[in-house]
């Protein structure tokens, strides 16, 4: 059966150490991760002699099944999934949408979407409105639900956004529950005077899109978000990071010692916003995304931002219609569905861009694609290790073979592909989920159902941090509290 695996001679790579060694799987879980092991013969091995050994992917950021811009999207939790094992990412973690502002009713319904999983995944909870009941709410998504993170949208004025309040307290609630609070950082009410802007110009078409949002926007959000974390002191993850502007802000934080993690996304990484300007709509269209995509520059920058560590992971934003969906914006770009895949392919575009091209060591790849996020959100090392112990979720890439990408080939539902004809080195030979065969000569075996759900539980170090940051907060308080009491 194929309850047995065992992968020799391969280079075993984790993001704190390598080494060539074999691995050993029983039911689901790596037994042992050492030379020369010897097993029985009701073992299926694998040669991986020249080839890397390694965590399968996860991706901190997809919207599998999601309901927005007045669609739905068209990849759900199984077509999703199959194609992200395709591409050697074995773990996803999907964002929550609340059911008119409820977080219950919103996470009763993401449930049920993801009953058909064929892979692991985990769920990050948006937060759309501010009352007592979304308080409690939040209580029990981290106590009861396994939840640990909270988004936040600055933008999308009219639907998901939030202001400054509301921004305030979900952060003082996440701190107080040491829950990680996630923002989409674009400012809203600017992007709505940029899409007037847009609009009151005649430009109709998807370079509207580009045009209405500016890097300068997602920048002043950045730092208003990073600023109001500083101000509450609580740590921030900061969502698809997709300018110089924004990374910038990232980077200061970090310089001064705040506790802010900068997610890239491979889009933000790879593309640039000439694509936005191609004359046939139905081809500039299908890159509609937010923040957009950038000039040529920006994606260079995040890709040194990930190489010097100012940003920590990378994940995709997947998020993906069809043709006909991206058409309903064909006389005003403000229509168009925003989101564009990536799931399936980031493993091997990230591989391409950061390690073929010498920017990034194999242990770093390792670290970007899989265990940092593991760590971020708590589930490491079950997650985002080729340890004893851990989940047998491994991939098996082969440095010199290549990979093509075209919606021909793909695994998702959608018809298009944002990355149609790319080529590069470095290809996924086998993907190992749960410790099983799922991917292998070119072939998918994912079976709905067969995926699980990953609790992820709250952070204790943000506790244990909380009593002594804010008494040196306070303390910087100090002398006016002082000047006013000697006064009276
Ligand atoms: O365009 C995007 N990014 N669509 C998905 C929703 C979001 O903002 O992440
Ligand atoms: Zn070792
Ligand atoms: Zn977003
Ligand atoms: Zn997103």
Redesign the pocket.
Known sequence: SSSKILIKGGTVVNAHHQEIADVYVEDGIIVAVQSNLKVGDDVVVLDATGKYVMPGGIDPHT?LDME?MGTQTIDDFFSGQAAALAGGTTMHIDFVIPVNGSLTAGLELYKQKAQKSCMDYGFHMAVTKWDEVVSREMDLMVKEEGINSFKFFMAYKGSFMINDELLIEGFKKCKSLGALPMV?AENGDAVFEGQKRMIELGITGPEGHALSRPPLLEGEATSRAIRLARFVNTPLYV??VMSIDAMEEVAKARKSGQRVIGEAVVSGLILNDSVLWDPDFSIAAKYV??PPIREAGHGKALQGALSSGVLQLVGT?H?TFNSAQKAFGIDDFRKIP??VNGLEERMHLVWDTMVESGQMSVSDYVRITSTECAKIFNIYPKKGAILPGSDADIIILNPNASFTISAELHHYRTDTNVYEGVTGKGKVEVTIAGGKIVWQNGELKAFPGSGKYVEMPPFSYVFDGIEKADSSYLSSLKAPVKRFRSST
């Open positions: 919207h927005f989409h969502v698809h995304m937010s934003d998020c925003n989101g």
